[in-house]
């Protein structure tokens, strides 16, 4: 990473940063990606696959979809706007976000200059005043259905204009954090001005349809120091639930203020509601504001919100938002299996937010959420070939004869028509390794356990960081430091995760059947210390020397998981979960079925890494009953058969068929009536 | 019965029944109730118990429920109209319709002197005009919140002010036939002078919301011969379609002027659409208007909508309206086991819809339809004890713990808040000698097998007709012919039920898997005869002399039931029909379970009769495969049990459990992911 500074001084602006923003961020602050080399099994590949294929997949489609074209017809202020939604311009961003993050891992002159060419692209479909939104650009008398007749006339509900806004902000702060280029964040910057000057107070307000011009703006702060950014963003979240005019007769009951985060002032919401990727911005932007304004009503209502989220909204994959219709979160405890929807967007959009948090609170349980998320919900979305993705991530594959409509979609697609969710994976995931550490004065945390090299400064000390283990699989983790002089004096926190802890989630919502036998363990240069455990990390507080080696253990039993009984869908159901992953039963290695499991309480499972089944895989195995028909279908029996079940992420990339998170554990109401008619979906055809 | 004409002439009218109205009407007309005397072992038990059980229960409950109360506040013009609905006033109406088929089968002299009271508190509720309608009389300042400031002005959607009207015609008829008096019919006829004074061409015109005073005005019209009733019930007809006021964005997508059957004229409807009740007694009043105006054009619009009924939405039971949202007909074969409606009201409708339609046309298969309602989901309303009563009809009762509200109740009630159907059983049950015989010229129409005795004048001539059965248990017919006369000279029709034709619907919708073994067989003074079979009726033209017998047997296996396979729900599933009688599996009589038995193809059933079971029963009994599960829960099995199936009907007199009318022939997919959770009505409470 180059330092910001030389570039605020190129720009010319009259930039001074005010003794108030940087007096007040986030307590703790992340080490920055470009710090944080991996060497990590689990995800260098990940990361590999993500700049071979996924990003220049995703350049490819945005060319051969007409993004592109859309941007070059702007510029030339002609044609007519080539792509279904008006906000198809943000997958150029998302990409090029990706990208950015890719470039400071990955050199690569040839994607460097593409990426440039694109750029230049964007500004070219910039107007002079610094409106961007080829929508409208192209043809202003002729504008998207969507767009409305005038510039930000629809934002509340339709028009995007402030999330394409957000995109690209989002996009030019990552490029000039990577490549120490100015071109994207001066067409940004252009754009933010325009936006700051005619939305405030005494001007024009409207709660943004969909938030991410919050954070957007925060990021352009931080980047500039212009107050103003700040400010707006701000002004943004306060013109939340001010607006009257939603029909509450509305067909769709849901589709008030509420699916908008709009039915009240944000710091009187309490939980999280509507759709679920706008709300989850919407918090992280909360989270934002409230670190860098102090604002303590802002800090507590999104406390609020994320322990209603926690402890009633989010699947045991770390999904968010369980109802298709309006992609948003449901009631309290409303998480279906069948038809759950949880958007890779929403699981991107809550690592964001569980970042946020933990950045303000310094508690290892947000942690535990993002990572809950990282090794489940999130990576599902995308195939192990880099470009086949879920839009939405099912926690169940019943019979394929049954399969109705609302249920979860079973296999992954090449790209959507509101393509979101790939280019959203494509940005997050070379951005991890800027979620690896954090730190705040002599303390830095180790949040994830992923191999890698950092350097950094801790307490005015240079130290080099080097992690090497075999996580997820194994629970052994293992930290070399490196300080630059002969000792170097501070305390390095390790999180304990939640799991490792009896605790399934923070929240209750999910609980392990038994407490594990084992603690974690720690030795540092091969000795048992004791440790105190302080908001979930282990904290070592000492004089560190050239190669002192820290070795924690980890506890990996294969643990039972139960919902809080509330959970209708998985009463009298378990899940299984190894150390921070999920596992799921596919069909493919269950003799064509995963409806007919029964994983009765004491099942014995035997964990194996399996190097050549989906890229490499601990699975898990037991014997257990399983419901079995014969030829005549009037005959039903019970055998014993083995049960073979693999990480939930890695799940369908090989076919379609059925799959399992939560399994019967035992039958209380076996009722042939409530099955799917014989060959329902043959006859309906 | 007593001839209409001395009460003509008694009530003073200048009425001379127009040559138009005297040639004009049904070409069969039925045998009065008043002429048919029953003995029969299954039918007169019910009408005594409707008697001696229902009748006065039910005027009862209209005295502690306030219903009479209303009307002595109206008689008063003051208090506050003490029930839920405007409509409350019918239940009154037609108890006194039942009372009086009632009396008529049954003299009782304290049950006619309570009616006659009724009459006058009834009489004296009625404003000197003749509206009559206690929820405005009560207080006209402040009317009821549904019937709106001004008389009628709420009629489309809500008042139900004609409704009132049409159930006091019904009744007024009933009770001027059945006893001879007028009082009633005088309250009607104001009434009726009324409507027809404000709603008419070039007055106030409006599709009635809840139709029946069409049907109401066509039998004043018979009664009195006056043009302007039968005028004034095709206004009505034709009222329909011309409003366009309904909001096609409605919530409930269903409830613009489809759910009133509003949305196109008569004449242009081609399926049976919106609330199931209100349709089908519009379809009856279509039939009525067709056959005393010839109108062609409405009877191809009924016939239509008939054949689209039975050919696409009527349950193996002949329940109708299968959407408990709306009390409505779904879409073409949208027949949900779980969650059927079927509406006690809409299989009374029912029936006085097929008695029209057979009286059209002289077709068996429109008695086809009234016999399977009538055997089945009409007499499922009512419990044995004649005092509970199911306002929906279930298919099929899935275990009490996984029971959803959206699914039909399971359990019969003493009476309901809106207590149309306790009512319209009332009148119905005592009103079934009417539809046992039906004529024209020199044909006798035996279109129920029913014993008794029946009193009439065919092709000129006086005969006694006695039947004597076991029907529905037994096939065997026995009819006895008596002439007054020596010899008689009239062609006896006895239908040929459909069932014994190898026929389950006339429509196809439902099928016999294989074809009876057996033909009905008739025999006249104990010689096999041949038969021609015209329109499902077996035609025995013959000079009758005194005590000349016949003998029909009609072939009584068990059948299998098939539905058409767009019928999603009972796909792979099989009904059990024996005669006339639909038969289902209880809980009480299957080891406490319903939903867990399979029925495989080639099951051998036996039938025998039980007199000591829900009051003398033929049950099915078979051996059949149960799933059963091990105390564990987690050991499923196939076992042979006994299945023993009792009729539909008699279902719900022994206390709540699981039963079903359709049963898997065998499992192609069983998925427990597809169970109801584990006691998840527990854990909702």
Redesign the interface.
Same mark, same amino acid.
């Not at 995963?594 to 029964?598: P, R, V, Y």
């Not at 005549?632 to 019970?638: C, E, N, R």
């Given at each position: 990473m180059r330092s910001p500074k030389p570039f605020l001084l190129a720009l010319g602006l009259a930039v001074v940063l005010p003794a108030a923003a940087q007096k007040s961020d986030y307590p703790i602050q992340a080490v920055p990606f470009t710090r944080v080399k991996l060497t990590d099994s689990f995800w260098l590949p990940r990361l590999k696959t993500n700049t071979d294929v996924t990003i220049p997949a995703s350049f490819a489609r945005c060319e051969s979809t007409n993004r592109v074209k859309n941007f070059e017809m702007a510029a030339a202020r002609q044609g007519k706007f080539a792509t279904t939604f008006p906000f198809d311009d943000t997958d150029i961003y998302k990409t090029i976000e990706g990208a950015s993050y890719s470039l400071s891992v990955y050199p690569d002159a040839k994607l460097d200059a593409y990426v440039d060419e694109l750029i230049k692209k964007v500004g070219a479909a910039q107007e002079p005043d610094g409106y961007l939104y080829t929508a409208r650009t192209i043809d202003p008398a002729h504008p998207h259905s969507w767009a409305g007749k005038e510039r930000w006339e629809k934002e509340r509900e339709l028009s995007h204009e402030l999330y394409n806004a957000g995109h690209l902000y989002e996009a030019a702060v990552a490029h000039y954090e990577a490549t120490g280029k100015k071109t994207l964040l001066n067409i940004a910057l252009k754009n933010a001005d325009l936006v700051c000057a005619v939305f405030g107070p005494g001007k024009r307000s409207v709660a943004p349809g969909h938030e991410i011009v919050e954070m957007g703006l925060v990021k352009l702060y931080r980047v500039t120091g212009q107050p103003k950014y700040l400010t707006t963003a701000k002004f943004f979240l306060d013109a939340r639930g001010q607006y009257k005019g939603y029909d509450p007769? $509305?067909?769709d009951?849901w589709k008030n203020g509420q699916y908008w985060q709009d039915d009240k002032p944000v710091v009187a919401q309490t939980e999280a509601e509507g759709h679920a990727v706008r709300a989850e911005y919407l918090y992280s932007a909360m989270a934002d504001v409230a670190a860098l304004t102090g604002d303590k009503q802002l800090l507590a209502a999104v406390d609020t919100i994320w322990n209603n989220m926690v402890a009633k909204k989010m699947y045991v994959t770390g999904g968010t938002g369980a109802v298709g219709s309006g992609e948003r979160f449901g009631a309290n405890y409303e998480l279906p299996? /069948?038809t759950a929807y949880n958007e890779t967007c929403a699981s991107v959009a809550d690592v964001f937010w569980n970042e946020r948090m933990f950045q303000l609170h310094g508690d290892s349980k947000y942690v535990d959420v993002l990572e809950k998320v990282l090794y489940n919900g999130l990576i599902s979305g995308v195939g192990l070939d880099g470009k086949s993705f879920f839009y939405s991530n099912a926690m169940?594959i *019943?019979?394929l004869?049954?399969y109705s409509y609302h249920d979860t979609e079973p296999a992954r697609a090449g790209w959507f028509e509101c393509s979101c969710c790939p280019t959203n994976l494509a940005r997050l995931m070379p951005a991890l390794p800027g979620y690896v550490y954090a730190q705040k004065g002599r303390s830095l945390y180790a949040n994830l356990f992923v191999s890698g090299k950092a350097s950094l400064t801790v307490n005015k000390q240079q130290v080099q960081l080097t992690q090497a283990n075999n996580y997820p699989w194994d629970g052994g983790l293992k930290f070399t430091v490196d300080p630059s002089a002969s000792a170097a004096d501070f305390d390095l926190l390790v999180r304990i995760p939640g799991w490792a802890r009896n605790e399934a989630m923070p929240s209750g919502l999910y609980t392990f059947e038994q407490p594990s036998a084992q603690r974690a363990s720690i030795k540092v240069n091969g000795k048992i210390v004791d440790y105190q455990l302080k908001n979930g990390y282990a904290v070592l507080s000492r004089k560190w020397h050239r190669h002192d080696v820290v070795e924690v253990s980890l506890p990996m039993e294969v643990r039972r998981v139960h919902a809080n009984? =509330?959970v209708?869908?998985? &009463?009298?159901?378990v899940a299984l979960q190894r150390g921070p992953v999920m596992y799921c039963a596919e069909w493919q290695d269950n003799n064509g079925k995963?409806?007919?499991?029964?994983v +009765?309480a004491g099942t014995a499972f035997t964990a194996s890494y399996q190097p050549g089944l989906l890229n490499g895989i601990e699975t898990l195995t037991a014997t257990v +009953?399983v #419901?079995q &028909?014969d030829a005549?279908?009037?005959? #039903?029996?019970?055998a014993p058969r083995t049960l073979t079940a693999i990480p939930y992420y890695a799940w369908a990339n090989r076919g379609k068929g059925?799959m399992?998170v939560w399994f019967?554990? *035992? =039958?209380?109401? =076996?009722? &042939? =009536? $409530?099955? +799917?008619?014989?060959?329902?979906a043959t006859? /309906?055809k």
């Open positions: 007769k $509305s067909p009951g299996n /069948a169940q *019943k019979s004869d049954s009984p =509330l209708k869908d998985d &009463l009298g159901k995963a409806s007919n499991i029964i +009765p +009953p #419901v &028909l005549s279908g009037t005959s #039903v029996s019970t059925e399992t019967p554990e *035992k =039958l209380t109401n =076996l009722d &042939l =009536l $409530s099955q +799917p008619p014989a060959a329902a006859a /309906a």
